[in-house]
Structure formats: C-alpha cells, structure tokens
C-alpha cells in the first residue's frame, strides 16, 4: 500500500505512469522506432515551416496552418500509435520554432 491517497491527482498520475510503461515496452525495434518517429517529426518540424515560408512569405501563419493540417489530418482516423509519435515531434518543433522567434 503506497503513502499517497487515492485522489484524482494520483489515479491521473497512475494512468499516465501506466501509458507511458506500456508505450516503452515490448521489443527494442519498437521502442528505437517510436524514438525515430518523434526525431522525424522534429525534423519535419523545424524544416517544413522554412521551406513553405519560401513559398508563401507569410511566417507566422505558415505554421498556424501546417499545425492544423496535421490535427486534422489526426481526427480523421483510427488510433495509430507511430502517427501520434510523429504528430508529436512535428508539435514540438513547430512550438519550439515560435518560442525561437518571439511570435
């Protein structure tokens, strides 16, 4: 029996611990893989808005809407676990890319 209460915080705590554990384990491909993905999606991040901004000259709304194009692209669809890690990786670079440039 832990120390902490059984409060909402904790089971939350609990169900992240849990989905994080279950996406990590399994066989090492799977796990070097799902790494891969998120420093793809990173990559595609970081390049993409840069090369689109060549065609379309407007920055900040370049990665506003390559964002929703990829959330949208998201909904539409069932549940694919290497999507998500590259969804990922595309979201933090774009975020990290706006912190980078002050908008």
Known sequence: ????????LAGLQNAWGAGIRRSWSGPWWRRSASLLLL?????????LPVYILDAVELRTYTAFYALIACELMVLGRRRLPWLD????????AVVLEAFKVGS
Not at 39 to 47: A, E, Q, R, T, W
Not at 85 to 92: D, E, K, Q, S
Request: a positive charge.
């Open 39 to 47: 420093l793809f999606g990173f990559f595609i991040g970081s390049n």
């Open 85 to 92: 890690n590259l969804r990922l990786g595309f979201v933090y």
């Open 1 to 8: 029996m832990s120390s902490i209460q059984r409060t909402r």
